[in-house]
C-alpha cells in the first residue's frame, strides 16, 4: 500500500524556497484584501502554501465565480457552451471516484470497519503531506471557505470548511456545489472549529492510475477533521466539501458527537394540491441508481393535477432529531448537483434539462463537445448521436470525424460525465431549501438496481427491521458481476464507499439516533425497487422514472392508515387496487409479479445477508434479532 519513495521534478533541493514560492508578504495581503481574517485559517493556509510550494495564493467565493469563468476561459481551461454554460474535459485516467485509493485514517484502530479501508493516520498523513510537497509548485492555491449546510442550520458547526486546491476548475466546481466565501469562516465562535482540506492535484500523467505503483492517496483523517486528497482533479476525488467532508467526515463527527447521520440520501417533498399536506422523503440509493432522477421527478401526467414533487437534494442528506417536537429532521447540505449526464433526456428527466439551460453557468464535465457549435452531447440525450459530426469531438478530445473503424462504436461522452449546476437552478426545488431547521421526515427508503426478488415496494414499521433493511441494501454490480445469480453488492444505506467507521457501531448510532424520535412521529421504512425485469426478455416490470410517485403516495397512505396493504415476512406490499394506477399502462401479470413475493429466492437471499452481516463486529442483538425474525417468518412461507 506504502509507494516507494521517488523523486519528484518539482521538488526544491535541500529545503530551500523555490524562487516560485509565494512570498510571505504577497500571501499576507491577499489574505488581506479577500477579508479573511480568522486567525485559525490563516495558518493553515500559510502552512500549506510553504508545504506545497504554490506561486501565488487566492481567496475565492461565490462572488469571485464570474472573474474566474472569464480567467478559465481565456486560459482555456473551460470551453463556452452556450449562454452561459460551460464544458472540461479532465484527464483521461482521471474521470470517477477512486474507491480503491480512498482512505479513512485515524489514531484508533478500533474505528477500522470491513468498507471504510481504514489505515493508521501515523503512517497515512506523513505519506500523503510528503507526495504534496512542493507537488503545486509554480500554481496558485485557490483558498476555498465554505459552508455545507444551510446558514443558521444547528448542524453549521459540523458544516465548515476550507479547500485549498491548486486547481481553478475545482474551484469552479466548489463555488456551485457548496456556500463558499470568507463569511462562513471569519466569525466562528471557535475559531479553529473547521474542516481543512488540502486537494493538490499532482503530476496527473505520471501517477500510474490504476496500476500496482498508484501514487494517488484521498485520506480523511476524520479525528484530525482533515482531508488530504492528492493525484486528481475530478469530481469526489477533488471537490473536498461534496463526499470527503459531507459524507465521510461528516458521519464521523455525527458518531463521535452522538448528534446526527450523515447519509448519501436523496431528499423530496411531496405535496397534495388538494389538501395542501407536504410529506418528506429521504432515503438511499447506490451509486448510478436513481437518485437524482427520483429527486426532480415530475408527477405523472395522471396524477399531476393533485401532487407536486420538490426537490431537497440528490445525494447527501443529514439527519437529527428535533427535541422541540421529537421528529427527524434532514437537511441537504450540499449547494449543487453534480449530476450523471448519460440518459438525461426530455423524458427520463427533463428538470435535470432545466437545470442546464442557458443562463445557469452550469458546468459540464466530460461529454462529447462541438468546437465550431460550442454544443454538447451525451449518450441518451437523444436515440441517436447527432448525423452532421463536423466540429465533434468525444470526451476525450478527439475529433469524431477522425476516429479510427476500431473505435466508431466508442461512446462519445464518457459514461460517468455529469453537469455541475446550483440547486437554484433545478425547476422543481422546494421554496423552502434554505430552511436552516431542515424538513421533518415521514419516511426513509432504501433502494438499488435488483432484477428479481424485490418487489416495487415494501413498507417496514419496525425500526430495527427498518435499519437491518438498509444495512443489507443490495444492487447488480454495474458490470463485472452482471447477470451472476444472486450476486449482489451489499451497500449498507448506500455508505458503502463512504463509511467512516465501522459498521457495527454504524448500525448501533442508526438506532440510537432514529430511536430517538418520538414514537408518533417516527419515520416509517420502506424499501423500493424500480429495476425488477422479465425473466424470459428482459423488459423493466415497472415503467418507472415518474410513476415511481405511485409507490410512494401508497406508502404515505399508509402511515397513515388510509390503505392497509398485504403483510408478507419482508413488510407491508400494496394490495392490488391500492395503488393508484390512474393513466398508467402496465400488464396485470407484471403488476402482480412487482407486489409478490419470491419464498425460494428470500430463501436464498437470507443465507448471503447472514454471511454479510458476520462481517461486521459489534453488530446490535437487536439487528441480529431482527434478521432472525425475518429468516423465520421467510421459512414459514409456503413455496
Ligand atoms: P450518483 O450521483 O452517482 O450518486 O447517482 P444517482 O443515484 O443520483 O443516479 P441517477 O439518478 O443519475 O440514475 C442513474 C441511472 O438510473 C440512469 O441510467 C437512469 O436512467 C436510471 N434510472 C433512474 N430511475 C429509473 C427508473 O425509475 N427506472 C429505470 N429503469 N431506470 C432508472
Ligand atoms: C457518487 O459517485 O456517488 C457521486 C459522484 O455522487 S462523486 O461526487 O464523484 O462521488
Ligand atoms: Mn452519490
Known amino acids: 500500500m506504502l509507494p516507494k519513495s521517488r523523486e519528484r521534478t518539482a521538488r526544491s533541493g535541500g529545503g530551500t524556497m523555490m524562487k516560485t514560492r509565494t512570498d510571505s508578504a504577497d500571501l499576507e495581503s491577499a489574505l488581506d484584501r479577500a477579508g479573511l481574517i480568522n486567525p485559525a485559517v490563516r495558518d493553515f493556509v500559510r502552512y500549506w502554501a510553504d508545504h506545497t510550494g504554490a506561486s501565488r495564493v487566492e481567496v475565492v467565493g461565490a462572488t ?7 480567467e478559465s476561459l481565456a486560459a482555456g481551461e473551460i470551453q463556452p457552451a452556450g449562454e452561459d454554460r460551460y464544458y472540461a474535459r479532465s484527464y483521461a485516467k482521471d474521470t470517477a471516484r477512486s474507491e480503491e485509493r480512498t482512505i479513512v485514517a485515524t489514531a484508533r484502530p478500533g474505528d477500522k470497519g470491513v468498507y471504510n479501508n481504514w489505515h493508521p493516520s501515523g503512517e497515512l498523513r506523513p505519506l500523503v503531506t510528503e507526495l504534496m510537497r512542493d507537488a503545486s509548485a509554480g500554481k496558485t492555491m485557490y483558498v476555498v471557505p465554505y459552508l455545507m449546510a444551510p446558514p443558521g442550520s444547528p448542524l453549521a458547526p459540523y458544516a465548515v470548511g476550507v ?6 476548475t475545482v474551484a469552479l466546481h466548489m463555488i456551485r456545489m457548496a456556500r463558499c466565501g470568507v463569511e462562513y469562516v471569519n466569525d466562528l465562535p471557535e475559531p479553529g472549529r473547521f474542516v481543512r482540506g488540502v486537494h493538490v492535484t499532482g503530476d496527473l500523467p505520471n501517477l ?37 467532508h459531507g459524507l465521510r467526515q461528516a458521519s464521523y463527527d455525527g458518531w463521535v458527537s452522538q448528534e446526527f447521520l450523515a447519509e448519501q440520501f436523496m431528499l423530496i417533498g411531496i405535496t397534495d394540491k388538494q389538501t ?52 427527524i429532521y434532514a437537511i441537504n447540505p450540499e449547494f449543487g448537483v453534480f449530476g450523471v449526464a448519460k440518459d438525461t433526456n426530455e423524458v427520463t428527466n427533463p428538470t435535470a434539462l432545466g437545470s442546464v439551460a442557458p443562463g445557469t453557468g452550469v458546468l459540464f464535465t466530460n461529454v462529447a463537445y462541438n468546437d465550431l457549435t460550442r454544443e454538447v452531447w451525451w449518450e441518451g440525450r437523444t436515440p441517436a448521436p447527432p448525423a452532421d459530426v463536423t466540429g ?151 415503467p418507472g422514472y415518474r410513476d415511481n410517485l405511485r409507490a410512494l403516495l401508497w406508502l404515505m397512505q399508509l402511515k397513515e392508515g388510509s390503505v392497509q396493504g398485504v403483510p408478507t415476512p419482508v413488510g407491508i406490499v400494496p394490495a392490488a387496487g391500492e395503488l393508484d394506477l390512474e393513466g398508467m399502462s402496465i400488464s396485470a401479470a407484471d403488476l402482480e409479479k412487482v407486489l409478490s413475493i419470491d419464498a425460494q429466492r428470500w430463501r436464498e437471499e437470507m443465507t448471503h445477508r447472514e454471511r454479510h452481516l458476520a462481517q461486521f463486529d459489534g453488530l446490535p442483538e437487536e ?17
Open 392 to 542: 465533434w469531438r468525444d470526451w476525450t478530445g478527439q475529433l469524431i470525424s477522425e476516429r479510427s473503424a476500431d473505435d466508431a462504436g466508442k461512446p462519445w461522452a464518457h459514461p460517468n460525465s455529469r453537469f455541475t449546476t446550483t440547486l437554484a437552478n433545478v425547476p422543481n426545488i422546494a421554496a423552502d431549501f434554505e430552511n436552516p431547521r431542515g424538513v421533518p421526515i415521514d419516511a426513509i427508503i432504501f433502494g438499488g438496481r435488483t432484477r428479481d426478488r424485490e418487489p416495487l415496494i415494501r413498507a417496514i414499521t419496525d425500526l430495527a427491521e427498518g435499519v437491518y433493511d438498509g444495512l443489507t441494501l443490495g444492487a447488480e454490480a454495474t458490470f463485472a458481476a452482471e447477470g451472476v445469480e444472486g450476486q449482489l453488492r451489499y451497500d449498507p444505506m448506500s455508505m458503502r464507499p463512504f463509511m467512516s467507521y465501522s459498521e457495527g457501531a454504524y448500525a448501533a448510532h442508526w438506532l440510537r439516533i432514529i430511536g430517538s424520535a418520538a414514537e408518533a412521529g417516527r419515520p416509517i421504512f420502506a424499501h423500493v425497487n424500480w429495476f425488477q425485469r422479465d425473466s424470459e426478455d428482459g423488459h423493466f416490470l415497472w
Open 163 to 168: 479547500e485549498l486546491t491548486d486547481h481553478r
Open 64 to 70: 469571485d465565480d464570474a472573474r474566474l469563468v472569464r
Open 623 to 639: 439487528i441480529w434479532a431482527a434478521h432472525r425474525r425475518v429468516a423465520a417468518a421467510i421459512d414459514a412461507l409456503p413455496d
Open 276 to 327: 395542501g399536506r407536504t410529506w418528506h422523503i429521504c432515503g438511499g440509493f447506490p451509486s448510478a441508481s436513481g437518485k437524482t432522477n427520483l429527486a426532480m421527478m415530475l408527477a405523472p401526467d395522471g396524477l399531476g393535477d393533485r401532487y407536486h414533487v420538490s426537490f431537497y437534494g440528490d445525494d447527501i442528506a443529514w439527519l437529527q432529531l428535533d427535541p422541540s417536537d421529537g421528529r
Open 208 to 244: 500510474g492510475q490504476g496500476t500496482p505503483d498508484d501514487q494517488r492517496y484521498f485520506v480523511t483523517v476524520a479525528d484530525e477533521r482533515t482531508i488530504l486528497h492528492y493525484g486528481s482533479s475530478y469530481g469526489g476525488n477533488a471537490l473536498l466539501g461534496k463526499i470527503a
